[in-house]
């Protein structure tokens, strides 16, 4: 999955699997999350909005699974802990 930097003062970088709808965000204070579930257009919605913050809370956090991606690991994309919300 490849992950972009995007100008936020919330997140540091976005990343999109397609094939299995899975939303990687980095946050700038470091922590890592994978969301499950997100329809394509969810995510250029988040690209595309004029405050990605604000975006994300309002349409993604409380919406989708989720799961945290600790230390090390979250550069390679494996989850250590997970944690499932909605």
Known sequence: MNRIAVESTTLA???YDVAL????L???GG???QYFGIPAAVHQGLLD???RGSYFNQ???GH???RL????????GESVRSECAR
């Open 21 to 24: 709808s899975i939303l990687h």
């Open 59 to 61: 349409f993604i956090r």
């Open 49 to 51: 909005a004029p405050s």
């Open 31 to 33: 922590a890592n999350y």
């Open 69 to 76: 991606i600790l230390g090390a690991d979250a550069r390679c």
């Open 64 to 66: 989708f699974a989720y």
């Open 13 to 15: 970088t976005v990343g």
């Open 26 to 28: 980095e946050f700038q």
